[in-house]
């Protein structure tokens, strides 16, 4: 179900970014907040590329930060216990604790049912699929703001909105599966974060590591951002008695590596590298 949702991921980026046109400049203050919110969910560097390059010859950038955007917030539907933010460091907490002192199906059994009880209490079988499927062609928006097209979270909705439900319903059935139906383990949902170093024992890039050779000698590459979702499975070690973990990976997460701006031409090998201050001129 992971591979299914990074498919239905690239190919509405796909839709998008063939679509993409540029237009005429947004109200600043319009151009302003869509700034803001694609700087914090793809971090400064991706949002400062999007804005000061032109795309409209190779859209590539924006493929890339469509599929970052559409995979964080799948992310986030998928971890939630009850899509409460408040209440996530709570049930967390509680469990953690559960988990350290009792067998792992019974820590999973409580998880199962805060999660399932907590969500009835919320929302009492509301279709929730809508509203996330608003909240994302709402993300897409920003993102197209950013790289210079002229449009607007309804239009994206109403040109892409089975695509972007697809999208959301999968994460919610996956939500659900993973905290409500398995109790015997824990199933996580993987990404890798801006500026991490790539490890290639926990994340493969999606390049196949043609990227990674870019670049002046001795840089160290890092994550730009994630283009597909990882999974492990988590589960309290044999005989543990202090609640220690085994963890296996199921599926590393896909990144692209901040590299890709020397692949790209964006930045001269000469400059110290993308995450830098003053990066894009």
């Excluded at 990074?6 to 237009?23: C, H, K, M, P």
């Excluded at 302003?32 to 000061?52: I, T």
């Excluded at 995979?71 to 539907?77: L, Q």
């Excluded at 309290?236 to 997460?253: F, H, N, R």
Aim: proline content about 4%.
């Amino acid at each position: 179900m992971v591979r299914t949702l990074n498919l239905e991921i690239s190919e509405v980026a796909t839709q998008v970014t063939n679509a993409f046109r540029v237009g005429e400049a947004p109200e600043t203050d319009r151009a302003a907040l869509a700034f803001e919110r694609a700087r914090e969910a793809m971090g400064p560097v991706m949002a400062e590329l999007l804005e000061s390059i032109q795309h409209q010859d190779d859209p590539i950038l924006i493929d890339i930060a469509l599929k970052a955007d559409m995979v964080g917030f799948a992310a986030e539907i998928v971890s939630a216990w009850d899509f409460q933010h408040q209440s996530k460091s709570v049930f967390t907490g509680v469990y953690k604790q559960m988990l350290r002192s009792e067998p792992h199906l019974v820590a999973g059994q409580w998880r199962s049912h805060a999660q399932k009880y907590s969500k009835q209490r919320l929302y009492n079988g509301r279709d929730l699929a809508i509203g996330f499927s608003l909240q994302l062609a709402e993300r897409i928006a920003d993102l197209l703001t950013v790289a210079g097209a002229f449009t607007t979270s309804e239009v994206i909705h109403v040109a892409y909105a089975p695509h972007l439900e697809t999208i959301v319903r999968t994460a919610l059935d996956l939500q659900r599966i993973i905290g409500e139906e398995v109790i015997s383990c824990d199933y996580e949902i993987l990404t890798a974060h801006f500026d991490e170093v790539f490890d290639p024992e926990q994340m493969d890039d999606i390049y196949g590591g043609e990227v990674v050779m870019s670049g002046p000698p001795g840089i160290v590459p890092r994550v730009l951002s994630t283009a597909d979702l990882g999974l492990r499975r988590v589960e309290k070690a044999i005989g543990s008695a202090d609640g220690e973990m085994a963890v296996t990976m199921l599926l590393k997460p896909k990144v692209v590596l901040d590299t890709i701006v020397y692949e790209l031409g964006l930045v001269d090998d000469e400059e110290t590298g993308p995450s830098a201050a003053g990066v894009v001129t």
